[in-house]
């Protein structure tokens, strides 16, 4: 694995920028050399097909907690592997290894007699959790109550009823999404984007909450099934909402017999420094579906968490029914199951809450200065997930012209580096690894300054 000289962050954050400028000359031909082509992978590293290691400061995609080759891991795929390598959870019939996960994560769970079910990928535990929130109000005799309520620049996965609550148009405009009738999108609670000059965070809140009870009583909540939500919004931008909004929320949808639904697919199982970010962003939800970290990404698994008074409504109507016509040939595959059993034994035994939290601390205290840096208007973020704005007037929050494509630009300089992160838009994403160590911290800001600087000089801006 590549190794550097390591040098105090601010001389190592401006060495070699004129040899990088140079090389990003021509983005428009970078942009076509064609995908990066990854051979391998270790500890926090990835290697591409030329030997170049990156540090991979998405974890892949928000998942690789325990970095890339874990022995552990594999191996838990090999015993399970020999021993039953596929089966189902149809006609009440269980993998033992699928039994003990769902005990496991049940007690990680704070709710009240929790119920799990397993599926393959976030966007089937949230298509899941939908179904599940029509069954439990027709169970109810509320069948009327059908639409759900998403956030603006929040993301929810990529099938139909997925992409539909993603409140991100370039995911509709070539399918005819969202769903008519089905999915409302509210005010996406960034206050630095989207606050009012002169208006406080506070007031930013106060102002949603209303406009949110303003929307459901429009709609009328006999027709409104569910409110589904990220506690970190990692895809829209690694949105924070405000202190207290999801407080206000929660008691907005209780008043109005509305479902709270968690989508934890990146926070879940200790990305925001407890175990489940809706604990960190402070309310409670009657479901919520996880993947991701759930296996640290080396299986495809998911789940939804569903509380025991949604569930026993579900039950009961499912035996008037003669049964529930929900599930998937591989919803609790033995291997998967026996992968993410294994992750969360590692997690349990690393204290991962507590890990991520210090982490995390530290995360953000290497990326502070870079507030002062040309291209930066906002750092965000929690645990060890963070976002940075890129804003052409730091006073004015102006953004870039979208043709410029400054958030790509500073991609591709970062993987010039040797970093590897994620642009949605002119947002960059950090989500590492759970075990990067503090010095690996602070070498990945060091490559990600110098990808900074590299695009600010590019575009005419000093330092």
Not at 185 to 191: K, L, S, T, Y
Not at 216 to 244: H, K, L, R, W
């Amino acid at each position: 694995m590549m190794q550097e000289t390591t040098l105090p962050l601010t001389e190592l954050a401006r060495t070699d920028v004129r040899f990088h400028l140079h090389s990003q000359t021509n983005l428009r031909a970078h942009q076509q050399q064609g995908p990066l082509v990854i051979e391998h992978g270790s500890g926090i590293y990835v290697t591409d097909e030329h030997g170049r290691d990156y540090i991979e400061g998405m974890s892949g995609l928000w998942c690789a907690g325990l970095g890339f080759s874990n022995p552990r891991l594999v191996e838990a795929a090999q015993r399970q592997m020999a021993v039953l390598p596929y089966y189902h959870t149809f006609n009440h019939r269980v993998p033992n290894v699928v039994a003990q996960l769902a005990e496991r994560i049940a007690s990680l769970v704070p709710f009240e007699q929790p119920k799990i079910f397993f599926a393959c990928s976030g966007s089937e535990a949230n298509d899941s959790m939908i179904k599940l929130a029509w069954a439990y109000h027709r169970a109810r005799g509320k069948g009327s109550k059908r639409k759900v309520i998403a956030h603006q620049k929040g993301f929810h996965g990529s099938t139909v009823m997925g992409a539909s609550l993603s409140g991100l148009p370039n995911m509709h405009a070539a399918f005819g999404l969202p769903l008519e009738n089905s999915v409302l999108h509210v005010q996406c609670p960034h206050f630095y984007r989207y606050g009012i000059e002169g208006e406080s965070e506070t007031q930013f809140t106060e102002r949603l909450l209303r406009e949110l009870e303003a929307r459901i009583e429009a709609e009328g909540a006999d027709t409104i099934a569910a409110f589904i939500s990220e506690p970190v919004m990692g895809a829209g931008g690694v949105i924070v909402p405000p202190s207290g909004y999801f407080a206000g929320v929660q008691a907005l949808l209780k008043k109005h017999d509305i479902l709270f639904l968690a989508d934890e697919i990146i926070c879940g199982f200790g990305r925001t420094g407890r175990w489940f970010g809706h604990q960190t962003l402070g309310f409670a939800p009657d479901m919520m579906a996880c993947a991701k970290s759930l296996s640290s990404g080396y299986q495809p698994i998911s789940c939804v968490m569903v509380a025991g008074n949604v569930y026993q409504a579900i039950e009961e109507q499912s035996q008037q029914l003669g049964g529930f016509g929900h599930g998937f040939t591989y919803s609790g595959h033995p291997v998967a199951a026996a992968v993410a059993l294994e992750t969360l034994t590692i997690y349990q035994e690393m204290h991962l809450p507590q890990h991520t939290e210090e982490l995390g601390h530290l995360l953000h205290q290497r990326l502070e200065p870079l507030l002062a840096h040309p291209l930066i208007g906002e750092l965000r973020g929690i645990g060890l997930v963070a976002g940075l704005e890129l804003v052409a007037d730091k006073t004015t929050r102006a953004s870039f012209p979208a043709h410029i494509g400054i958030g790509a630009q500073v991609e591709r300089a970062a993987r010039e580096q040797g970093l590897i992160v994620r642009n949605m838009g002119d947002s960059i994403a950090l989500a590492p690894p759970f075990i990067i160590t503090a010095d690996e911290i602070a070498e990945l800001v060091a490559r990600l300054t110098r990808a900074l600087d590299v695009v600010a000089l590019a575009n005419g801006l000093s330092l």
